[in-house]
């Protein structure tokens, strides 16, 4: 006859063994219906006796006729524009045994994204989710080709949100903001692969291992659905520029009573020479507004920076300590 505390154990293990079956259900199905969507890249190069090898990663199919995305380091060539990869091309494996042949599209090196375009149809079209709704500890999926091992799956948790990437197109430097941190495995060939959520929606693009237990995914929402349309549009991102760093603060309660929001977007760091310099912004103001528009999130200044903002003069509202300013500037090109 068992005692009460080993009918406690029982009853704590069967509990255990569920949960595991729950969370082993979650990435089994997860696995299921995206890896079909992820193919394994391998990337080649004009060299003098032909197309030569130059690299492999990972890509997400975004529709059924043929066009992929991927990381922009993992096909981005030797030039500062997209157009200079157009010579890059390759071959594109998916887990039903399907091989095709690919050619880029567009390269976005600053928010490190590419769009290819593989040469058959019938693919099947991974779900973009949204990486504004992730919360810390939330249980993602990493999908991927690490080391050449196709369909490769590992599973983890959102470690961290807001994190920023730098990223390099020439002498420009820009970082990516609000990259999601994971403590899923990703490995040499992760990147271009998709960080999934439990409801096989991709919501992030693998970009880097920045260290043991620790991968960076560029983050799926509003500003970088605009960027992957662009590209496979018109094969280039333009971009108006105004020179600041900068990421989330909450707003002291007299600003929220004022603007009735709780957050702005902190000024890290100006740029020499930059229109925000130029217009007077410095480090550690509060940015509130922007052309009319609210900023809450550093995503709200980045969708703000259009092609159609090039030189056209805008108000930026900021809060610098206890006083409110109203600054004058005109976004510049950004060349990269």
């Given at each position: 006859?068992?005692?009460t505390?080993?009918r406690?154990?029982d009853?704590a293990e ?6 595991l079956d729950a969370?082993?259900r979650v ?5 299921e219906?995206?890896?079909p969507s992820?193919?394994n890249l391998?990337v080649?190069?004009r060299?003098r006796?032909g197309?030569v090898?130059?690299g ?5 199919a975004l ?7 991927t ?6 060539g030797?030039?500062?524009t997209?157009?200079a ?5 390759g071959?594109?494996?998916?887990v ?10 567009g ?5 490190d994204l590419?769009?290819?375009r593989?040469?058959g149809?019938?693919l099947?079209a ?8 992730l919360r810390v500890g939330?249980?993602?999926v ?8 196709a369909?490769?799956?590992t599973a983890g948790?959102?470690?961290a949100l ?6 390099r ?6 970082h990516?903001d ?5 403590d899923a ?6 990147s271009?692969g998709a ?11 693998n970009t880097?291992?920045a260290?043991v ?10 500003a970088t ?5 662009t590209?496979?549009?018109?094969g ?9 760093a900068?990421?989330?603060r909450p707003?002291p309660p ?5 603007v009735?929001?709780?957050a702005?977007?902190?000024v ?5 020479g930059?229109?925000a310099q130029?217009?007077g912004?410095r480090a550690?103001?509060?940015i509130v507004e922007?052309g009319?528009?609210s900023v809450e999130?550093?995503d709200?200044v980045?969708?703000?920076?259009t092609?159609?903002?090039?030189g ?7 809060l610098?300590g206890?006083?409110?300013l ?8 950004l060349?990269e």
């Open positions: 006859m068992s005692t505390a080993e406690y154990e009853e069967r509990r255990e063994a569920e949960a969370y082993s990435v089994v199905d997860v696995a219906r995206v890896a992820v193919a391998r080649m190069r060299g006796g197309q090898p130059a492999a990663g990972s890509a997400v529709t059924p006729d043929g066009f992929l995305l990381s922009a380091h993992v096909v981005a030797p030039g500062r997209g157009v990869e157009s010579g890059r091309r071959r594109a494996t998916f039903d045994g399907r091989e095709l042949t690919w050619h880029v599209v390269v976005d090196r600053l928010t590419a769009v290819l593989a040469d149809d019938g099947t991974a779900k973009l989710g949204e990486a504004e709704k939330q249980l993602v990493a999908i991927g080709n690490p080391n050449g091992f369909g490769s799956v948790v959102v470690s807001g994190r920023s990437l730098p990223a197109a020439g002498r420009t430097v820009r990516i609000n990259v999601i941190q994971t495995a990703l490995n040499p060939g992760n271009g960080l999934v959520d439990s409801s096989a929606r991709v919501i992030g693009i880097a291992v260290g237990g620790l991968g960076l995914a560029v983050p799926i929402n509003e659905r605009q960027i992957v349309g590209l496979m549009r018109d280039r991102v333009r971009r108006a520029w105004i020179g600041i900068a990421g989330p707003l007299h600003a929220r009573v004022r009735g929001r709780s702005g977007v902190e890290v760091d100006v740029s020499e930059s229109p130029r217009a912004i550690e103001d509060l922007l009319g528009e999130r550093v709200d980045q969708r703000l920076m092609r159609e903002a090039i056209r003069p805008m108000t930026i509202r900021v610098r206890d006083r409110w109203d600054l004058e500037l005109s976004p510049v090109e060349v």
